[in-house]
């Protein structure tokens, strides 16, 4: 029908931010989508697509997409995009690369503070009238330990300036920025093993690929010291969780922070929820005030490009041909 708005989807959460952006260029559908079948269902008749790890975003849900110009993804990581469907069918994907980084990078220091200093559970002492429990809590402090970065990125390389600043020596595994630190004061390991072996505070940073996905197992945790913590903010797949469940019941390490598990939300009685020596956050280090005010003007941006049909400010699939398909 000429004249026919486009059809912005958000298919879980809630929409207020798009109908009030978005709703006199588009029609702004937020339909609950709770399996894949729902999800194709809606995004047949989508020209973008606003996504987050909340949904999973396969081929299956692409192929019956006829309409659809773009995705939008509000985060970072793309790893719920089938990217190479996506390119295949023509779809331009978009992402927020810069949009959380001081949020995440803080948040895994905090998460070394909470794991090293048994916050959780002091705070835990006092809800059940248990002062005493304080003598129990023998923490460490951060200053002189050496925090190891799987991975050197923008994130890692935030995190590792504020390892520095709390005194800590800091090591980077990452062969893709090499032995040369773009961060004076931070030294590379020439292998993974090493790097997990002489860390006090490991904190992972890489995204989730093929060739990261359970790139910390049970033989890597076993490299590392028994008193090491290990933190993990970036995607849940990265850590084998039984592996990881394993080192932690043999003592192989002392403790495990996570912000992000292999599937979100957490499984109910999932085996890591039953030691004491675990932290579990959901899926939070990127909510802050500050990093909800630096996406949202990319978003709109990115969002009016893709209902125009041009390319995105930040195109992931660089080698997309867009099908050029309009109603």
């Known amino acids: 029908m000429a004249g026919k708005k486009p059809v912005l989807l958000k298919p879980y959460s809630n929409a207020e931010r798009e109908q009030r952006t978005f709703s006199s260029v588009a029609e702004v559908r937020n339909p609950q989508c709770r399996n894949e079948t729902e999800l194709a269902a809606a995004v047949a008749d989508a020209d973008v697509l606003i996504a987050d790890v909340d949904i999973q975003i ?55 503070f909470s794991l090293s200093r048994h916050i959780p559970q002091g705070a835990d002492c006092v809800r059940s009238e248990n002062w005493n429990g304080r003598r129990l809590l023998k923490g460490i402090e951060l200053r002189g330990r050496r925090l190891g970065l799987v991975g050197f990125g923008k994130i890692g390389q935030l995190v590792g300036q504020k390892g520095l600043g709390l005194g800590m020596a800091v090591s980077y595994f990452d062969p893709l920025v090499g032995a040369k630190s773009p961060v004076a004061g931070c030294a590379a390991s020439a292998t993974l093993g090493e790097l997990l072996a002489g860390s006090d505070v490991v904190s992972i ?7 990261t996905r359970g790139l910390i197992s049970y033989d890597s945790l076993a490299r590392m010291k ?16 039984a592996g990881l469940y394993r080192a932690l019941k043999e003592k192989k390490i002392a403790g495990a922070a996570l912000d992000v598990l292999a599937v979100e939300p957490i499984e109910p009685k999932h085996p890591l929820t039953t030691l004491d020596n675990v932290l579990i956050t959901p899926h939070m280090a990127w909510n802050t005030e500050e990093s909800k005010a630096n996406s949202e003007g990319s978003i709109v941006e990115q969002v009016n490009q893709l209902l125009e049909g041009h390319a995105p400010t930040h195109l992931v699939n660089r080698g997309v041909v867009p099908h050029g398909r309009t109603r």
Request: glycine share 8%; proline share 4%; net charge negative.
């Open 205 to 211: 940073h890489v995204p989730l690929s093929e060739k």
């Open 226 to 241: 028994p008193s090491a913590l290990l933190i993990n903010v970036s995607r849940g797949g990265i850590v084998d969780e």
């Open 58 to 112: 396969t081929r299956s849900v692409l192929a019956g997409a006829r309409w659809l110009r773009g995705i939008m993804a509000c985060s970072i990581g793309v790893d719920y995009v089938d990217l190479q469907a996506a390119t295949e069918f023509g779809i331009y994907v978009a992402n927020l690369p810069d949009y959380c980084i001081n949020a995440v990078a803080e948040f895994a220091i905090g998460l070394a």
